[in-house]
């Protein structure tokens, strides 16, 4: 059975298996009967799920059921980045990723956001070869949450664009499906409510185009966030590259409010224009039929350029 009131046009949406319109969602330690209750509703639109290391303490038998039930449904399982980053500190990455395997995990992500300085190359290569061997799907990570020791900002407010395209490029390259963009770079770039965006939102839309936009998954921050300032984020994300651009880091119990962002359906107050029910001001305007961009928002650019 499909969705619900399924003969009212909604924006169009990407269905599984997708190259885009990806949604990865956080488990930051949910108990089963909650997991299980969000899946039965929303499991088609979900695609990935880390499972944060929030629950590197956690019950190792209540961790491995709640993989098994994102596997049953379908959802990608990668394991939370600074569990990795702290088994390559320690040595310990093949007994790391035995444990993953016999868990149960999907994929994993190739990342130093924790870490107080970047991998290089090299390191990067063994490490996501030594991943591949093992059967993994891995994806990586550019950006980290603090400006220190970050090689993709000029400065704390401003991308350096060829690093970015570089970096992923090089996750490309080493087999990755895709990368994160850092939630916390998208923040300092365009304000925690797409503030900047006018002035500075260019700087991700030109790492989009050159790197390709399918090819990135925009983390929004979970954490330190308003849920006002999520939705504001998510909503820039939406009008500036379509329904159907990759989102992560989305909570579990706050999928709702994404996929209805997606739709144009959600109202967003602030930060950024659009935000009053895009979709249906479109299709109030077109005589009931949305129009084919319904999205689209003038594309941020630099102030030299304007």
Known sequence: MGRTFEFLKVADRTEKPRTSGLTTTADFGMGYSCVESVLEMWHEVIDTVKVSALQITADDKAVRRKIQLYKKWGIDVQVGGPILELARLQNKEKETLERMKDMGYDSLEISAEAMPTQHTADEEKRFADLAL????????????????????????????????????????????????????????????????????????VEMAKRAGVDKIVFEVPFTYLSYASKRILQHWLVMTFGPNVNVGNVQLDEIAELETVRLGMFPVFGGVGGGDHPFIASSAAHGGHAAKDWWRIEEPAPAGRR
């Open 133 to 204: 061997k093992y059967g993994f799907r891995i994806h990586g990570e550019v950006g980290k949450k603090f400006p220190s020791g970050d090689q993709l900002r000029r400065s704390p407010t401003e991308l350096d664009v060829d690093v970015a395209v570089r970096q992923l490029q090089m996750y490309l390259d080493l087999g990755c499906d895709f990368s994160y963009f850092e939630g916390h770079v998208l923040r300092a770039i365009i304000g925690d409510n797409a503030e900047h965006a006018d002035e500075r939102g260019w700087q991700i």
